[in-house]
């Protein structure tokens, strides 16, 4: 399944892909233009498209949401240069960069608005350029898949244990989610926070299965998280069947449920765990301290659980993210006000 060639990039944007047209065994690489929201210049994405021998099943698979989140952009690179299209059944579309002026910027963020992208899906033509931004994803690469594989790490700020999240909607697309989850062969399993505006939810509300993926952080880009959100897309696509094989799903993956715990003052926050130790209820995962050294808040647990997440930048703001401990099991839990 590997291949050496160069995918060659089309000179010119387009402004929509026609993905029943392309040629069976065919490896395309576009710019695919999201318009000229005031303020960014003209705005493309790189998407590569692989089109096997027939179109059908068609995994999309995103990445660079957030601009500070580098694993998937890495991950999804090498994937593009190593899936042969004439060894596919179906088609893979490969998005490494779909917040650009994020990702230019190296923020969380979308300049010049500052809203986060992935808080604002399904997006409003008469909206800010972000909120445009988001109602193109949805049109162009979203809609008809029939599976989102979205790429997250913890960014610049945060740590994350590999962890494969899916939502547990009644029906077709919750299951149809949860069997890819368990097909990406990660430690973890996160049965994800029903939160309005993000990407993988208004998805999976408007039919798509879908299956997210948090792996690494901390502004770091490891060969070794890159290779880890590799392979997990690769268990999608054996699970799809468009690649060849058996997906290979961790039958010792802990399911679990619920949201990040958020600051409670700001401060420089010092953790007193590690990611994936376990600790009981309430016990003690760090300190936030003021400039006199002084505790203004301590994070505790809120049950007995694993550490999957934990912020990695010292310095945090009330209301920032600031470590994860969910509770075992699939359980129907309110996301937190995160950001």
Not at 185 to 191: A, F, V
Request: aromatic share 6%; hydrophobic share 45%.
């Amino acid at each position: 399944m590997i291949s050496r060639t160069r995918i060659p990039v089309s000179e010119l944007s387009v402004e929509r892909l026609d993905f029943e047209r392309l040629p069976p065994g065919s490896a395309r690489a576009f710019r695919l233009l999201m318009g000229s929201p005031s303020g960014w210049g003209e705005v493309w994405l790189p998407v590569w498209v692989l089109t096997g021998r027939q179109p059908r099943p068609r995994v999309t698979v995103t990445a660079g949401v957030h601009g500070d989140e580098f694993e998937g952009v890495r991950a999804i690179a090498q994937l593009a240069r190593s899936l042969a299209p004439e060894s596919l059944a179906g088609t893979v579309v490969l998005a490494p960069i779909v917040n650009p002026p994020a990702y230019r910027a190296g923020t969380r963020h979308t300049p010049p608005d500052g809203l986060n992208l992935n808080r604002v899906f399904p997006g409003d033509h008469h909206g800010t350029p972000t909120e445009r931004l988001a109602e193109r994803l949805m049109q162009l690469l979203v809609e008809g898949s029939d599976l989102l594989v979205d790429l997250h790490s913890g960014g610049t700020t945060l740590l994350h244990a590999p962890l494969a999240g899916y939502y547990s909607l009644p029906g077709d697309v919750g299951e149809r989610s949860r069997a890819a989850a368990r097909a990406l062969g990660l430690r973890y399993l996160w049965n994800l926070p029903e939160r309005a505006g993000v990407l993988s939810f208004e998805a999976a509300k408007a039919g798509v299965p879908v299956v997210g993926t948090e792996i690494g952080g901390g502004g770091r880009c490891l060969a070794s998280d890159v290779a880890l959100t590799r392979e997990a897309v690769l268990g999608a696509l054996r699970h799809m069947a468009v690649v060849p094989g058996e997906p290979a799903p961790n039958d010792e993956a802990e399911m679990v449920s619920g949201d990040w715990l958020l600051a409670e003052a700001s401060g420089l926050f010092e953790p007193s765990v590690g990611l994936e130790q376990r600790v009981a209820a309430d016990e003690s995962l760090g300190a936030i301290f003021d400039p006199f050294g002084e505790v203004v808040a301590r994070v505790r647990a809120p049950a007995a659980g694993v550490v999957l997440g934990l912020r990695s930048f010292p310095t945090v703001t009330a209301g920032e993210l600031v470590a994860f401990v969910p509770q075992p099991g699939e359980n129907r839990i309110p996301p937190a006000r995160s950001l």
